[in-house]
């Protein structure tokens, strides 16, 4: 592995910096002063304080990280897996099965090959739901990233007493208590499946934990219209309203996907401040729906973008949920102002931080260093007249293409495009390794 270097003071110059903070200031030139893994000061370059820290002129555009509000990263090792199955059979019949056979090691290698992606595409925090996730945590912090880490809670088919929903959540109780650190890199919430894959008596277990710990719960919820049916043809209500009943929706709760909503779940998510992950490339690839997101975001509710896992998406590019959540927006309500570009450009920021409850997402003095550079001198952007045009190439144009660069807490984790604290060719080499174990024991039915 590539060691990371230690935070430091760091001022950073570049021809535009896009804070996405409240007043969407924008300064040309800019310059960004980084204090033990903190921003310090952002403004104008002209009026940049003085500084005993060597000025690195990076050029180009400085902007917050990208947030990921719901992946399974560690499916790198199940990419491509069941394509052309609905959810549901796509679980049961191609995930399960080879998620029943993984090892912490399997999931360390998984989780580092995601993260490399991630971190290349411009990704500076990532929200995951898996398994081994004291091997995941490992990864991690290997490799730098920040991640909101929430382990998966459900029955796992054919994974054996240990693989259930209570010895899920008792694991989950002690990562929380061994790792979380409200201030660090890697915070610790609960990440019960779903409503159907997890019993009525393990949803209410799961929420007494989540409120004595004050951690995120982070849920599938309302993916697909047959979950739906299934829910209300078994308890007589919604996903929501059973998350609800059972108090699952008493403390943080980070809702993915939320696809097939009806009135009252709205109302449901706005009285308990529920924030939403919005996922358009795997809805889509799976057939499940588009998300009501201009009626959440007018309520609103909390909403950030998620790739959700490299099996269902079938990348890790946020870039592209950026692009893809306004296009259908606006396709869905006839409407080309139904979403904007600043809009989606804060989804993808911001947004997504504020629904995971972290102060990262904006370019401000006392929030975390995590921040992306990205190459103007390319055609995507030219030409670009004025701001709104900028903006408006950001979303449309551009692409992870343009990102070379990535700091997470003041460490430059992507040096030119290339991510210095993860050795991708020894990744991808394992990687393919385990992937062809974990196939060919699935097809031997373990």
Known sequence: MVGLGQASGLRLAADVVLTLDDADRVYRPGVVDVVDGRITWVGPRADAPPSA??????????????????????MTLLRGSGDGLPLHRWLRESIWPREAQLTDEDVYWGMLLGVDELLRSGVTTSCEMYLHNRALAAAVLDAGIRCVITPGIFDLPGGGPESSWESFLDAAGALHADLHDGDGLVQVGLGPHSAYAIPAEGLRAT???????????????????????RIGNSHGCSAPELLARLGVLDGPVLAA???????????????????????????????SGVARVTEMLARGIRVGLGTDGP??????????????????????????????????????????????????????PGRPADLIRLELADSMFTPALN????????????????????????????????????DAAEARGEVTRRAHRLFEAALRGG
């Open 387 to 422: 701001l709104e045009e900028l903006l408006a190439h950001l979303v449309w144009s551009a692409s992870s293409r343009q990102v070379t660069d990535v700091w997470v807490a003041g460490r430059r984790l992507v040096t030119e495009g290339r991510c210095t604290s993860v």
């Open 257 to 287: 996907h939320s696809v097939w909503l009806g009135p009252g779940d709205f109302d449901l998510y706005v009285a308990h401040d529920v924030a939403v992950a919005h996922c358009p490339q795997s809805n889509g690839k799976l057939g």
């Open 207 to 229: 929420a007494k934990v989540a409120r004595e710990l004050n951690a995120l719960v982070h849920v599938h919820v309302a993916e697909t219209a047959d979950e739906g049916r």
């Open 311 to 364: 099996a269902s998406n079938d990348n890790l590019d946020l870039w592209e949920e950026m692009r893809l959540a306004p296009l259908l927006a606006r396709g869905v309500a006839a409407n080309a102002t139904a979403m904007t570009a600043r809009q989606a450009l804060r989804l993808a920021t911001r947004g997504g931080a504020e629904a995971l409850g972290l102060d990262t997402g904006r370019l401000e």
């Open 53 to 74: 820290t060597p000025e690195l002129g990076v050029g180009g555009l400085l902007m917050p990280g990208l947030v990921n509000t719901h992946g399974h990263t560690p």
